[in-house]
């Protein structure tokens, strides 16, 4: 037997910070982002720890989910991610503690094992390298620790935070957090937005090896994928081309502002930049709401995906709310069947 089951859609926010803009105006459209999307009936909001990128504002992730969620009311806000290494796990368990205080019932915690940066910046945020990728698994195990009920004797409390059971996600672009999330019964979502190449693989593995848990019954994987949505086609590939040029400049050492879309994205690129940004942008849905529904059932059918977050990186304001509310019109046509036992 089976059922169908709704995928509810999510949001990914960078706070993209535009070529004449300046982090202070992202965060004011990021609020007003988070605050549409909640009209809209996305079901998550979710901002992404990067470091040294002048094009991206969300480093201190914490603080601006706070900010987000002081100007939201049901929408859940969470990290995506958090990127662990980089931080003292009890630091984030008072951190993600006061937050879920604040907001009951309203905060995830993903965390990713990358430093969200360069290699010179990450030895600037850390200082010493002892928070290395190979002690990740044993502090997203401290960092349950932190959240779970107060054990008897237990000499250090993260405060808030202790016994508030704030629900934890891992993310990955490979097959390492994918089999970690199993081991540790946890939700898994895939970065393929920017590095869908082990996509398949990862869920594959997750789901076969998954074990269950006090957080998770069964396995939940969530799938972050690039739509860029307009009124018509051709209007949505011109403002997919403010990505592509963001994926150059990164691929080319020199990340920047959010550029302007172009007319003629042609010129910019050599035929091996193409095929790199190609391939790192492959599964993205650009186009009108017929495209976009084409695109996302197709995604759906492939990958099974228990969620959908979807990634806009779009240079006008006015334009990525409108491609969110083009997207959200899809919501309830995004059904997939699920085996009952």
Known sequence: MSEKYTVPLSVLDLAPVPQGSNPKQAFQSSLELAQHAEKLGYKRYWMAEHHNMIGIASAATSVLLGFIAGGTKTIRIGSGGVMLPNHSPLVIAEQFGTLA??????VDLGLGRAPGTDQRTMIALRRHMSGDVDNFPR???ELQHYFGDVQPGQPVQAV???GLH?????LGSSLYSAQLAAALGLPFAFASHFAPDMLYQALAIYRSQFKPSEQ???PHAMVCINAIAADTDAEARRMFTSNQQQFINLRRGNPG???EPVDNIESLWSASERFGVDQALRLSVVGNKETIRTGLQNILRETEADELMINGQIFDHQARLHSFDIVSQLQGELVKEVRIS
């Open 139 to 141: 502090d997203v195990q």
């Open 101 to 106: 205080t604040l907001y009951p019932d309203r």
């Open 257 to 259: 502002k959010l550029p």
């Open 166 to 170: 704030v629900p934890i996600w891992l």
């Open 160 to 162: 808030p935070g202790q």
């Open 216 to 218: 998770l019954e069964k």
